[in-house]
């Protein structure tokens, strides 16, 4: 029987996996489990605090194994790598991550092009399916390194061969539960969370900001890791209502239509013309409060053709404005910074309306769209729209001349958020897009970045 551990849990199932019915162990065992070491990179570079604790950590034990010339330890590294001519000691002096350790050694002792090459083809998660021997999976759910998020749920279950020790996360994930939520029907609604363009970086790196996005499919809330497709909890819906039991509905009762993230809550609308107040509690949707105070469905945190305001901490309502639009509205925006305080609003005309949030008035108007506007992210020179038809748009705020549109999405775009350097936006054909801001002359590093060349990066959503 073999046990691995970590790095030795990956060796250890892609060799079972690679041999499959061939292989010569009786059992096999496997402990925290890294299994796509592209995933597991990503999870320890993209935060500050995994990045200055477990890969400054992991690289300097590395280094030190590497320059251990006296040979006082277990390793005999700097001997084999002393004389290989690909390998550059003074540069390897100065790396501080493991993708910077990998791209000055392991790509070239192994034969790689790129580190994420070597993490590809060094992960066993592809490998899970060929395992024909029993074989135990124990991973922690608050692993930091490891984490549940890079676990290959859907071949552990598929495998009759293999049992995974993660329970909690496997019901959340893969179980009737979560078919319950999810079966196959598409993500109506999409948001990002408002707290990363209040910190100016979309992609959840900063400080206090979040890498999870919330999403809707039918009258239930779906948690997601944006940057891997994970999802990582729900808010399961309550179709019938008190018919299925006692006491008041525990979440919508129709399918929600409008979604709105910051920080640790969600705020929900839906076609039971409620709007509901959700509490992120471990990456879990739990219901703290319930508005019903609304005569049709809440399209945009609205009805109809106006809309209502409402304080978030005792959730009695600031303002209304009647007939704010012709066409009912699809989408709410508020600008973060207390001293503008301006709301920008898109309805199913195309029609973009930029408000006053202290006085109802509106500012301007501009036309920008030849269908319904879908969502929309502002800043203080921009207002960026998304369509129905999967377009993106780009005006100025101030004038409200379009400057662009973008093409790229096949269906309609459910959210998007930007910064200086990025924009970000996910669609319902089941693509995520980053796209960067550059100078009319491709120059990305320029602090006058206005314009977008094409598609940045693309990510697949597993639904």
């Not at 790095?7 to 250890?12: C, D, E, F, V």
């Not at 969502?375 to 999967?390: M, Y």
Request: hydrophobic share 40%; with cysteine.
């Amino acid at each position: 029987m073999g046990v691995g551990f970590s790095l030795g849990a990956n060796i250890l199932l892609k060799y079972v996996g690679e041999e499959g019915a061939s292989c010569v162990l009786t059992a096999a065992v496997s402990v925290a489990n890294p299994f796509d070491f592209v995933v597991t990179n990503l999870h320890i570079t993209h935060s500050w605090f995994h990045r200055l604790v477990y890969n400054a950590a992991m690289t300097k034990n590395l280094l030190k194994m590497v320059f251990d010339e006296v040979k006082s330890s277990k390793t005999n590294a700097h001997e084999h790598l002393t004389d290989h001519p690909a390998v550059d000691f003074a540069r390897l002096r100065q790396v501080r991550t493991l993708t910077e350790y990998d791209l000055d050694v392991s790509r070239h002792t192994f034969g790689y092009i790129t580190p994420m090459d070597t993490y590809r083809d060094a992960s066993s998660a592809a490998y899970i399916k060929h395992i024909a021997i029993p074989t135990l999976c124990v991973s922690a759910r608050d692993d930091p390194i490891c984490p549940h998020t890079v676990i290959p749920y859907d071949e552990c279950q598929s495998n009759p061969n293999l049992v995974l020790c993660c329970e909690e996360e496997l019901k959340a994930e893969t179980g009737p539960l979560m078919r319950r939520v999810r079966g196959k029907d598409p993500l109506r609604c999409f948001r990002f969370n408002a707290i990363n363009a209040m910190y100016k970086n979309v992609l959840g790196r900063a400080s206090g900001g979040v890498d999870t996005a919330v999403a809707s499919v039918g009258p239930s809330i779906v948690v997601y890791d944006f940057l891997t497709g994970v999802c990582m909890g729900q808010g399961v819906g309550d179709i019938g209502g008190d018919q299925r039991h006692l006491g008041a509905p525990l979440g919508h009762t129709k399918t929600i239509m409008s979604l709105c993230c910051f920080h640790a809550y969600v705020y929900s609308g839906s076609m039971d013309c409620t709007l509901l107040v959700w509490q992120l509690v471990q990456n879990a949707p739990v219901l703290r409060h319930r508005l019903t105070d609304f005569d049709a469905a809440v399209m945009a945190i609205a009805a109809t053709t106006s809309f209502v305001v409402h304080e978030t901490t005792t959730y009695d309502r600031v303002v209304t404005i009647p007939s704010a639009h012709f066409r009912t509205i699809t989408f709410l925006a508020m600008d973060l910074n207390v001293v503008s305080n301006e709301v920008v609003s898109g309805d199913q005309g195309g029609w973009v309306i930029v408000w006053d949030g202290d006085t109802g008035a509106a500012r301007r108007q501009m036309h920008v769209h030849a269908c319904a506007i879908t969502c929309l992210s502002f800043d203080s020179l921009r207002v960026v729209t998304g369509g129905s038809d999967g377009s993106i748009c780009i005006s100025d705020l101030v004038s409200g001349v379009l400057l662009q549109t973008l093409l790229g999405h096949h269906a309609k775009v459910l959210d998007l958020q930007l910064d200086r350097v990025h924009l970000v936006s996910a669609s319902e054909d089941g693509h995520l897009r980053q796209w960067r801001w550059h100078t009319r002359d491709g120059d990305a590093v320029s602090s006058k970045r206005f314009h977008i060349l094409g598609t940045y990066r693309a990510v697949k959503w597993a639904y």
